[in-house]
């Protein structure tokens, strides 16, 4: 069998160093914030060019936090890709603003800022670009009609530690920016995890606060704030991975390499590394217009796979708008319909990616047939 994700590989090679972490805070019994936490928050923000780190326990805290320290609320709109996980579009909820949703480029699969300027509207507050699947969004058209207009720019990084965009690091290409430690995230907690990176220092400031009940000291509360709190163990395991995240990333991107040889002129579509891109390969998502047969011949091959995501946001039963249905957003909806996300981690070996590759060139020729 070939997992989709094999977590306990990758704790297994790091064994004595995480052990040793949660042991020593179990010695020191603290486990909720804590030094520990306060070390990781230094240690992610130098690997974020030395922007403030605020801990939290999830990418959808963090998302939530980010857009009540710039301010949005009831009234505003914000702007983002309805081809992302709905965490994105839940924050936007949560804070009571309207979610407006902008196709994706067909390449890129993420936030096309050719079609921006035509969804702003006065009431825009904010825009979330996703760096979806590890790629990040292209910024510098986006952040250029944002600027011009006073508008928040929030990178949902939740799939991109590491990944970076023209040289430059997410986290440190907008106003804020959030991470997600989710296990199967590129930076994995052995929890629930995330974060939040600014350069702004009373955005930072707003979210400490929120994140502890907006306590400036015990008992004192000056905002009315949340349990968002990173817990004490996570801080300490995330401090030990951060170390190994480079080479994981050489080690994704080294697959995707991989994947990208032994699929080219195969029929399937494989992900396009934009030039402007470092991509770290969350999700290796390829495409085909046959997808389901392809992950039934997985699937018969003992091949784990994942679709993500099948259905864009704009047309999720929790999410449907009356402003929005099917076919306003083309090109999300045929991608939607059409990936396929192959066994993606550092550890899985060349031998499994032959196979896998192996099995998805048989079902494409025996398709090809078919049809
Ligand atoms: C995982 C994810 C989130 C939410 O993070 P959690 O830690 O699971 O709350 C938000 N946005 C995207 C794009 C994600 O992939």
Request: glycine content about 8%.
């Amino acid at each position: 069998m070939i997992p989709y994700v094999d977590l306990k590989a990758q704790y297994h090679s790091i064994k004595a160093e995480i052990d040793a972490a949660i042991a020593a805070v179990l010695e020191s019994s603290q486990f909720a914030l804590g030094p520990e936490v306060a070390e990781f928050e230094k240690e992610f923000a130098a690997y974020c060019a030395n922007r403030e780190t605020v801990g939290v326990n999830s990418g959808t805290s963090a998302l939530h936090l980010a857009l009540l320290a710039a301010g949005v609320g009831p009234g505003d709109e914000v702007v983002t890709t309805p081809f992302t996980f709905v965490a994105t579009v839940a924050a936007i909820q949560y804070v009571g603003a309207t979610p407006v949703y902008v196709d994706i480029d067909p390449e890129s699969y993420n936030l096309d800022p050719g079609r921006l300027e035509s969804a702003l509207t006065s009431k825009t507050k904010a825009i979330i670009p996703v760096h979806l699947y590890g790629q990040p969004a292209d910024m510098t058209p986006l952040l250029d009609i944002a600027r011009s207009r006073g508008i928040v720019v929030i990178e949902d990084a939740a799939q991109a530690h590491g990944a970076e965009y023209k040289g430059q690091r997410t986290g440190s290409l907008a106003d804020l920016a959030c991470f997600s430690f989710y296990p199967g995230k590129n930076l994995g907690a052995y929890g629930e995890g995330g974060a939040v990176v600014t350069a702004n220092p009373e955005f930072a400031k707003t979210i400490r606060l929120l994140r502890s009940w907006g306590e400036s000291r015990r008992y004192y509360h000056d905002l009315p704030g949340f349990n968002y709190r990173m817990e004490g163990l996570q801080g300490a395991i995330l401090r030990v991975k951060l170390r190994h995240l480079e080479r994981w990333t050489e080690a994704r991107r080294a697959n995707a390499a991989l994947y990208d040889l032994l699929l080219k002129d195969s029929g399937v579509v494989t992900p396009r590394e934009m030039p402007y891109a470092r991509h770290v390969y969350h999700v290796y998502a390829i495409r085909t217009p046959h997808r389901y047969a392809l992950a039934e011949a997985l699937t018969a091959a003992g091949i784990q796979y994942g679709i993500h995501y099948p259905i864009p946001v704009h047309l999720q039963r929790a999410y449907r708008d009356s402003r929005y249905g099917e076919g306003d957003f083309p090109v999300a909806e045929r991608i939607a319909g059409e990936v396929l996300s192959l066994p993606m981690y550092p550890e899985l070996q060349r031998s499994q990616i032959e196979q896998v590759c192996e099995v998805v060139r048989q079902q494409v020729s025996a398709q090809a047939l078919r049809v």
